[in-house]
């Protein structure tokens, strides 16, 4: 008994003290004087302080180790960029996340520890700033309105909270958003005395961001009158300079730039300010000379070593202010080659290459070139980088044309000379393709370097070869590290600008696709020996191959005029190059387009010029439609609401023939083609007649309806190549028809069907639908068919890029997809005319399409592709033809392509948009 007494004592001990630990530590969070002043002490030097440091330094850290761009106005504070898990940008500064993590973590003990002290709003305002740092503007926007919605009444926190705000929103792009909020915060700020030079500089780069300079020289200058940090004081005295500057105040601009460089900046602001210190000094005494010497002698000095690549670019602007381009090219590239640690710098330098190439030069190959690496090397948050990307990606339209130019030009001189000479001569020209490339630049410096302009015509041989070309040669490894540096040798080295992996077979399909005719591909691509031997093979020896080369150039030309003219907004060139068309080829077709474009091109520059080709369009050409609308400028409105009447009567014809009406469909097509013969949708019209033909007559009948077709509409892409398909069948099965009474019967499982042109007659012919039996199908859904057999990658795949939803991941199905945003419409006509496309332009390549529908959206998808590629060649070549294909207003349908995983994740108009605009951005 005593021994289980000595036991049981210490348990009660234990047991006493462990419930008084739990009653103190209960009692520890109730508010109580005493525990207030206990957890303000712990929260504010346990806690807050030791945070505040950590923010003080991982900012410092954050400002030594940020890339300015000192060629734009720099921003008043440094952020990081956007936080986004899957971003590779090399100018976005590392975040310390274990820093921060802390940061965050004593901000959290506080609020969930510390809630009767007097620091809880501190705590958050720790944890806005902590996820600013982090680049995550949303939650810290998040925890900056948590803070102004619940402690209005502490004013200076308050303020803090409206200044962080509205900094999270303009890091996310939210200027609305942002300044209603710094309305709110500059009415409140007369209410605390300090802690104002943070909220000011938030207004003056609100004002930057919306291009109001002059408001935001104004709080710049109040936020450094009311005192910051030395680091800060710095940057903004810079930025303050850079505004002036911007404003044309160069007295200011020149003071303050100074006071940067008596400071004790960092030696890059330093660097920078003195460059912008020389510059201001030329500009204002006028002594452009004074201004190379003094950045030459930067040159010399050691300090300097990282940032002689701009000293160079401003050399370069130096000689572009005298109009001496030639010499500010030079400098520009000595800058690309010296541009090691600063992307911005080098994309800057390849912009201002492409700028003088395009604007002063004119020449648009090599802009061409150079608006690509400017794109591939400045990162998509530089301030007009959409442009860029636009007329890079233009300007591959131009560049191929001018290609095709090159390519005809030395076919045709090469075939001039005795035919013993044509083979070495092409091996020759292969073989000095580097050394004619050098003599033809150095030759017309400031000139288009292009051949085919008719100051290099009287030399057609080597002047004029294809490889001579400068952006042709440029793709040689040599020229390659001259112009663009030493790359990292890897595919897809474009790949900012490209849609999708670019291996040969792309390049063929861009060929392909611009328009440029498919049997000059395999001169393009491919080995040396491969391309001597198919230039043999292309040589025009006989006047009708003499008669389509020329066609080629000529076609070229013509549409790098409308380029210029309409793309471009370019007149004088579009003129230049409509005259060189004139001049090369007087009798064409294209007469009354050129001199149509030559009357717009003088319009406003030379009235008298424009009205002699005014008088020529409409005396000669009186019933064209640029007659027309000389006559009527409002003849497009009008023609378009003649479209969609024609469109319509399309429309009730098709209705007819579904309903087997055939000798309704012929009277209903006499009676449009009586009324209006050039419309349009003239040769569907026609091919539905013939059909309805074929249904009431024999063969005969047929064949001469079809002919008629192809002689009325030699030049149509939709309906020609699909009767001329036609007309092969049925002359291999003629004697199968003419034991016809009707030419095309309703299908008969014992009758022979009327299929398709085969591509390989050799291999087994697999049976088709009949024609006549394949028309109504048009309105019904098709089954898809299995997907052809994958052909071989040669190409390192690129990378795969997500949103979370749809994903670029490599698919071994793909559709070519039109969405039609109006569910109410019947598609059964469009669909006609994607299946007539299909049979004439892709025999036996067994097609289909289907339709699916959402609650306002119609999808027509056509299937199956087995690559991207594949299908990016067939969307190509069907847009121009959508015209005529759809039947519906162009302004309510649109095309994508898309891969069977992701067609399969479409379940709502919602998810269709964020494809699309997911489709945008990454293909």
Known sequence: MLLKNYAIHPIKIILICLGICIIYSCGSQKDTAANRKMQNLTARYNYLYNSNVLVQNYEEDLSNTYVDNYNQILPVYIAPAKFNPYSKDPFAAPVNSAALDKVILKAQTIIAEKSFSNYVDDAYMLLGKAQFLKGNYFFSKEYYDYVIKTYPENRPVYIQALNGRARSLLQLNDLRSAGLTLDTLEQNLNEVKNHKA??????????????????????????????????????????????????????????????????????????????????????????????KQQLTALLKDDKNAEYIDQIYYQIGESYEEDKDYANA??????????????????????????????????????????????????????????????????????????????????????????????????????????????????????????PGNLDNEKNAGVSTFYFGNTVAVSRGLSDFKTKWGNRKLEDDWRQSVRSSSQTNTQYVANLDNTGLPKEDIKLMTGTDSARIKAYMEALPLSPAQLSTSNQKILDAYYEIANFYQQELNDNEE????YEIILKRFPENNHLAAINYGLYLSYKDKDPAKAAVYKNVVLSQFASSIYAKTILDPD?????????????????????????????????????????????????????????????????????????????????????????????????????????????????????????????????????????????????????????????????????????GIFSTAVSSTYYFVIDVADASLTLSSSRFGIGQFNRGNYTGSNLKHQLTEFDNDQLIYVGNFSSFDDAKIYADEITPQLKQIMKVPASIYTSFIISKENFEKLKSKDLLNKYLEFYKTSY
Not at 365 to 393: F, H, M, R
Not at 415 to 437: C, G, H, M, Q, T
């Open 329 to 450: 090219e030079k400098f520009y590239k000595r800058s690309i080659a010296k541009s090691f640690k600063n992307p911005y710098q080098k994309g800057l330098s390849y912009l201002k290459i492409a700028d003088l190439s395009f604007k002063q030069n004119k020449d648009y190959l090599k802009a061409k070139l150079y608006y690509d690496s400017t794109v591939n090397t400045l990162p998509e948050t530089y301030a007009g980088y959409e442009l860029i990307l636009k007329k890079a990606q233009n300007l591959e339209y131009l560049t191929l044309r001018y290609e095709s130019i090159s390519l005809q030009d030395t076919l045709q001189s090469i075939a001039k000379l005795p035919e013993p000479e044509r083979k070495p001569k092409i091996e020759s020209l292969f073989a000095k393709a580097k050394v004619a490339s050098t003599v033809q630049e150095n030759k017309n410096p400031g000139k288009p370097n292009f």
């Open 574 to 577: 579009a003129a230049r190059i």
């Open 198 to 291: 943070e909220p000011l500089a938030t207004l003056a780069q609100m004002g930057i961001s919306v291009h109001r300079y002059k408001d935001a020289i104004i709080y710049l200058e109040a936020a450094l009158k009311a005192g910051t940090i030395k680091r800060n004081q710095i940057r903004w005295t810079y930025v303050l300079a850079q505004l002036y500057e911007h404003e044309k105040d160069y007295p200011r601009a020149l003071r303050n730039y100074v006071k940067v460089q008596k400071s004790n900046a960092a030696f890059e602001l330093y660097f920078n300010a003195n460059l912008s210190r020389i510059r201001l000094n030329a500009l204002t005494k006028g002594v452009t000379v004074d201004r």
């Open 635 to 803: 003849f497009s409105v009008k023609r378009s609401e003649k479209e969609a009447d024609v469109a319509k009567k399309y429309n009730t014809v098709f209705d007819q023939y579904v309903q087997k009406d055939f000798p309704g469909v012929i009277t209903a097509v006499n009676t449009v083609l009586a009324q209006s013969p050039d419309n349009y949708l003239s040769p569907q019209f026609a091919y539905l007649k013939s059909i309805a033909i074929g249904r009431t007559n024999s063969v005969d009948s047929l064949i001469k309806a079809f002919k008629n077709i192809i002689g009325q509409f030699p030049d149509d892409k939709l309906i020609t190549p699909l009767v001329h398909d036609h007309l092969s069948y049925i002359e291999q099965h003629l004697a199968e028809f003419r034991k016809r009474k009707i030419a095309l019967t309703d299908f008969d499982p014992n009758e022979p069907r009327f299929m398709e042109q085969q591509a390989a007659p050799q291999t087994p012919v697999k049976p088709a639908e009949q024609i006549i039996a394949s028309l109504p199908a048009a309105a019904k859904p098709e089954p898809v068919v299995t997907k052809a057999a994958e052909p071989e990658k040669t190409a390192a795949a690129p990378a795969v890029k997500s949103n």
